[in-house]
T-cell receptor, first 114, second 115 residues
Framework: GENVEQHPSTLSVQEGDSAVIKCTYS??????FPWYKQELGKRPQLIID?????GEKKDQRIAVTLNKTAKHFSLHITETQPEDSAVYFC?????????????FGQGTTLQVKP | NAGVTQTPKFRVLKTGQSMTLLCAQD?????MYWYRQDPGMGLRLIHY???????AKGEVPDGYNVSRLKKQNFLLGLESAAPSQTSVYFC??????????????FGPGTRLTVL
């Protein structure tokens, strides 16, 4: 079946450093790629997303890049802060048609050390 | 505007018992989804609905049933709970637009333990 692979599973950085999380997907029909942040005990919340007609998107300290040929996309967080510590999930839309279905990566636990 | 809400927040069941989880959204979204979240496995889709009166299976549907009698509500049922169904359950909803996929908004989750 279709899947999304996410790496690394855990990431520890010093405050102020950059963090990069990478995902690869298998479904060539995928055209929407959101990233969610989930703090401990809370719901996943969208932080940024990108569509297949765009190669890069930025929002302040976060950016996402997409390489459709290679079927991979990445989340970049610059100038990390302790409040960035959370679990991050990538996702890719599934299949042709408009069901809105997403398939999620396994998650990356980011720890930002003060 | 409450967004997506879920009841209950916590529940403990014994093996073989049944229960229903309720998801409600006030954003007039067409699409609704039920996921389960287990450590190290991300979010896995159980069932979803693309409109009132319609439901479809996701990745891990076995042992669960759903109903969407009203557009704003999506119910997840466990007929005979098993310890393997111990998990955190999230509901989500999204708009529908032809030819594209929209942001999914998640509820606060239900933590279910089956003994």
């Amino acid at each position: 079946g279709e899947n999304v692979e996410q790496h690394p599973s855990t990431l520890s950085v010093q405050e102020g450093d950059s963090a990069v999380i990478k995902c690869t997907y298998s479904d060539s029909a995928s055209n929407y790629f959101p990233w969610y942040k989930q703090e401990l005990g809370k719901r996943p919340q969208l932080i940024i997303d990108i569509r297949s007609n765009v190669g890069e998107k930025k929002d302040q300290r976060i950016a996402v890049t997409l390489n459709k040929t290679a079927k991979h996309f990445s989340l970049h967080i610059t100038e990390t802060q302790p409040e960035d510590s959370a679990v991050y999930f990538c996702a890719a839309s599934m299949g042709a048609g408009n069901t809105g279905k997403l398939i999620f990566g396994q998650g990356t636990t980011l720890q930002v050390k003060p | 505007n409450a967004g997506v809400t879920q009841t209950p927040k916590f529940r403990v069941l014994k093996t073989g018992q049944s229960m229903t989880l309720l998801c409600a959204q006030d954003m007039n979204h067409e699409y609704m989804y039920w996921y389960r979240q287990d450590p190290g496995m991300g979010l896995r889709l159980i069932h979803y609905s693309v409109g009132e009166g319609t439901t479809a299976k996701g990745e891990v549907p076995d042992g669960y049933n759903v109903s969407r009698l009203k557009k704003q509500n999506f119910l997840l049922g466990l007929e005979s709970a098993a310890p393997s169904q111990t998990s955190v359950y999230f509901c989500a909803s999204s708009y529908s637009r032809t030819g594209t996929t929209d942001t999914q908004y998640f509820g606060p989750g239900t933590r279910l333990t089956v003994l």
